[in-house]
Each structure stands twice: as C-alpha cells, then as structure tokens.
T-cell receptor, first 115, second 112 residues
C-alpha cells in the first residue's frame, strides 16, 4: 500500500505571495491532518479534515486554510506569505481520526521557504 | 491546554550505551504515540500505547505508558548509529479529534 504523498517537496516563495500544498492520504484513510514544523516551535497542529469537513483547527491565523476532496485528497493554502511561515509542512492520514488511539501516518513533508 | 514535555532535548552517546527519553504531562491522554524522524523526512510511527502501565518492545526499544496515562518513556538498549534521529512523543488531543499534541522532541546522536 502506498504511503502518504505530498507535493511539491520543496517550494520557494516571496513575501506576500500565496501557496497551495497537496496531500494524498493512504488509500482508505478518511482523515487528513496538517502540521507545521519549525525548529523553535516543533510540530504544531494546523487543522484536520474528515469526509470533506474541517473537524478541528489549531491556533493559526486565517491566512492558513485547507480543504478536502471526495477522494480524501487534501490541500492547504497559505495566503499573504510571511517570513515566519517558512517551515516543513507535514500531512498525516489516519483511518478515521479521533479514535481512542489516533495513529497517524505522515508524508515526507513540503519544505516551504519564504524570502 | 494539553502539553507534553520531553526530556532531554539533546542526547549524544557512544554506540553500545543505553538511554531513556521521557515524555511528561499534567493531562491524561487516551493514547500516546512515539515517532522517529530523520532530517528532511516526515515522522515515522514506532509504537502506540493505549493502556495505563502498558509496556511494548520493538527490538532494542522499550516503550512504557504510565499508570495514570500522563507520561511515557522510551528506553533504547545498546544504541547503534542507525538509531540517530529525532524522537517525538505525541498524545491524542481531548475529545473526538484528529489532533495530535507533540512534545518538543529529543535529538539523539549515536557515535560509532
């Protein structure tokens, strides 16, 4: 079974631009969560989608948004990029999400650099 | 707010030594996962512990979940250079949610 895939793997943008990242979950998984990883803050939860609905959201500004399609693939968008948005963006999928043991399987991430 | 504190943050040891990484919280977690991450890659799930007092072994790695489900530990016996990486503990957020709360991580370097 193929793992979680994320595209693109690397991205360089300038301040003020917007960016869209894509995530394809493991086949059969219906929950997709997004995380931001930085050296200073570690892994921080952005949001989770389940059956095309945002089920939970972390403490990030409204510039960060996402969506999920009927095939469970997900995209996240960051508008008006800031230097501080430079990070590794990780997508994780799980079978249902929210189970008593929430095992999530991560993709390789998208390294975003904002200049 | 649920928080997980990991210690130590950095660990540099010689091949063959033993080590323990701790993950502590004041909150109860319904489950806790341990991940290992290599530079430029996503975290890889090592184990999930669910029951208080549970002990799981994965070759030279031993994982324990505290009786009160507020803490966990990872013990590595006879560490090898291949064990080098970032070790992360993550707890299930409260409620029916797909949110994982991560500790800050422990960077382990095993020197040959």
């Amino acid at each position: 079974k193929a793992g979680v895939t994320q595209t693109p793997r690397y991205l360089i943008k300038t301040r003020g631009q917007q960016v869209t990242l894509s995530c394809s979950p493991i086949s059969g998984h219906r929950s997709v969560s997004w995380y931001q990883q930085t050296p200073g803050q570690g892994l921080q939860f952005l949001f989770e989608y389940f059956s095309e609905t945002q089920r939970n959201k972390g403490n990030f500004p409204g510039r960060f948004s996402g969506r999920q399609f009927s095939n469970s693939r997900s995209e996240m968008n960051v508008s008006t990029l800031e230097l501080g948005d430079s990070a590794l963006y990780l997508c994780a999928s799980s079978l249902f999400g929210g189970a008593s043991y929430n095992e999530q399987f991560f993709g390789p991430g998208t390294r975003l650099t904002v200049l | 707010t649920q928080l997980l504190e990991q210690s130590p943050q950095f660990l540099s040891i010689q091949e063959g030594e033993n080590l323990t990484v701790y993950c502590n919280s004041s909150s109860v977690f319904s489950s806790l996962q341990w991940y290992r991450q290599e530079p430029g890659e996503g975290p890889v799930l090592l184990v999930t512990v669910v029951t208080g007092g549970e002990v799981k072994k994965l070759k030279r790695l031993t994982f324990q979940f505290g009786d009160a489900r507020k803490d966990s530990s990872l013990h590595i016996t006879a560490a090898q250079p291949g064990d080098t990486g970032l070790y992360l503990c993550a707890g299930n957020g409260s409620g029916n949610t797909g949110k994982l709360i991560f500790g800050q991580g422990t960077t382990l370097q095993v020197k040959p």
